[in-house]
C-alpha cells in the first residue's frame, strides 16, 4: 500500500466506533475481545489467551452524548461520559470484557458504573503497585497478573501456559520496536512522518491484530522514507499531558498548520508504555511485572516514587532537540493539570520554552488554540524562547 492508502486506512479504523473490525476478527477467529482503557494495560495476557485486545478511548467528536452526561458530575472530563455513551448504545457489545486501569477516581468509577450496567460483560479494575520494591510491589503486581490470566483463560476456555506467554510477549517486544523506529524517524524527519499521521497511526494499535500492526507500520516507515515532502520552517516541540482523553485528530492538524513541528508526545502511551523488551522467560509473569517495576515511562498516571518531576520530560527534549514543549491536557484531568506546574518548574530551570492549553475530546473550534502556537513558535523563531 502507498502511504496515503495506509493512512486511509487508519482513518476509517480511527472512525469505526461501532467496532466492525473487531466484530469481524471475532467471527473470523470464533473468539473473544476483551476491551481497555487508558493509559496501560499488559495486553500480552489477553494476546495469550487467543483473545484481541482492543483500545476504548471514548468516542471523540464522532458521537454526540445524549443519555451519558446524566451519569457523571460536569466537573470532570469527557472520556467517561462518551464511554458511557458507546456502551448504553451497544457500540461495545462486541467486547466481552473491559479492563480498566488505575488512573484516576473517575476512571475506578467508571468501572464501578460498567460492572452495574453491563452484568454479562468481565468488568475488572487493575491496580498497579504504588511500592517499586521487588518484595511488595512486584510480589503484588504478579498476583495482579496472574489473576488476570487466569480470568482470560477462563473467558476464552483455553489453557494458557509458559510458551503462549512468551510467544506474545515476543510479538509485542517486535511491536515496541518498531514504533521506537517510527518515533525515531520523525524526530529525525519530522517532515516525513506528519504528527497527524502518526497519530492516525498509533490510534490503529487499539483494534488491529498484533501481527497485522506491525507489518502495517513496517509498510509505513518503508513507504514514506520514499515520499517527497517540503521541508518547512517549523519549530520542533513535545506535546505531553495528552496520555488518557485523547485530542481530536483535527487539533493535533491544527498544531502542525500552526508551524510545530511534533517530534515527541504521550499520546496513546499505553503501546510504548515498556520502554525495550521485556525479557523471555522460564516465569513470563514475573518478567512483565519486572518490565513494569523498572522499564516504563514516566507520566502522571504512574506513581513517582522518586519525587523528581520534570526530569523524563526534560530527557524528551533533549533527546529529540526539540525547542519547545506545549502542555495539552484534557479539561478537568487531575493528574495531568496537577503535575503540569512541577514540570514547568523543570522547564524554567533547564530556560526550554512552553505554552499549554486544555482541549477535550469532542473540541471542534481549534482557531484560538492555533493562534496560541503560532505565536508560541513565532517567539522562538525570532527570540528563542517564548
Keep these: 500500500m502507498s502511504v496515503k492508502q495506509i493512512i486511509k486506512k487508519c482513518e476509517q479504523l480511527y472512525n469505526?466506533?461501532?467496532l466492525f473490525y473487531v466484530q469481524e476478527?471475532?467471527?473470523k477467529h470464533k473468539s473473544r475481545a476483551i476491551g481497555f482503557m487508558p493509559v496501560y494495560v499488559?495486553?500480552?495476557l489477553i494476546h495469550a489467551a487467543g483473545m484481541l485486545p482492543v483500545g476504548i478511548m471514548g468516542a471523540g467528536d464522532l458521537l454526540e452524548i445524549i443519555k451519558g452526561d446524566a451519569y457523571f458530575q460536569s466537573y470532570i472530563c469527557h472520556i467517561p461520559r462518551s464511554t458511557i455513551e458507546l456502551g448504553i448504545s451497544n457500540r461495545l457489545d462486541c467486547l466481552d470484557g473491559m479492563l480498566f486501569p488505575a488512573i484516576c477516581d473517575v476512571i475506578r468509577n467508571l468501572s464501578g458504573m460498567f460492572k452495574l450496567m453491563f452484568k454479562d460483560m468481565y468488568v475488572k479494575y487493575i491496580d498497579f503497585p504504588q511500592n517499586f520494591l521487588k518484595t511488595?510491589?512486584?510480589n503484588f503486581y504478579q498476583h495482579e497478573l496472574r489473576t488476570m490470566s487466569d480470568d482470560f483463560s477462563q473467558i476464552n476456555?483455553?489453557?494458557v501456559n509458559r510458551d503462549d506467554l512468551n510467544r506474545s510477549i515476543k510479538l509485542?517486544?517486535?511491536?515496541?520496536?518498531?514504533i521506537k523506529e517510527l518515533y525515531d524517524l520523525r524526530s529525525q524527519n519530522p517532515h516525513l512522518v506528519p504528527g497527524s499521521e502518526l497519530y492516525l497511526l498509533m490510534r490503529a494499535?487499539?483494534?488491529l491484530e498484533i501481527t497485522e500492526y506491525t507489518a502495517l507500520l513496517r509498510e509505513y516507515i518503508s513507504e514514506t522514507v520514499c515520499e517527497k515532502r517540503p521541508q518547512r520552517d517549523n519549530i520542533r516541540v513535545v506535546v505531553t499531558g495528552v496520555f488518557c482523553e485523547q485530542p481530536p485528530l483535527a487539533l493535533i492538524r491544527a498544531l502542525e498548520n500552526s508551524g510545530c513541528f511534533i517530534v515527541d508526545d504521550d499520546w496513546m502511551l499505553g503501546a510504548r508504555f515498556i520502554l525495550g523488551d521485556v525479557a523471555l522467560s522460564n516465569d513470563p509473569i514475573n518478567a512483565l511485572a519486572d518490565a513494569y517495576l523498572n522499564h516504563t515511562v514516566c507520566t502522571a498516571s504512574k506513581y513517582d516514587q522518586d519525587g523528581n518531576k520534570g526530569a523524563f520530560l526534560i530527557e524528551q527534549v533533549k533527546k529529540a532537540k526539540a525547542e519547545g514543549v506545549i502542555f495539552a491536557a484534557p479539561s478537568f484531568c487531575d493528574p495531568a493539570l496537577l503535575e503540569r506546574p512541577m514540570q514547568q518548574k523543570?522547564?524554567?530551570r533547564e530556560n526550554i520554552p512552553y505554552t499549554s492549553f486544555k482541549y477535550s475530546e469532542n473540541t471542534g473550534q481549534f482557531q484560538v488554540i492555533k493562534e496560541q502556537t503560532g505565536t508560541f513558535a513565532d517567539s522562538i523563531k525570532l527570540w528563542g524562547d517564548s
Design 16 to 18: 469505526d466506533i461501532d
Design 25 to 27: 476478527w471475532k467471527e
Design 42 to 44: 499488559p495486553r500480552e
Design 136 to 138: 511488595l510491589g512486584g
Design 157 to 159: 476456555n483455553v489453557d
Design 172 to 178: 509485542y517486544n517486535e511491536n515496541r520496536a518498531v
Design 205 to 207: 494499535s487499539n483494534v
Design 346 to 348: 523543570a522547564l524554567n
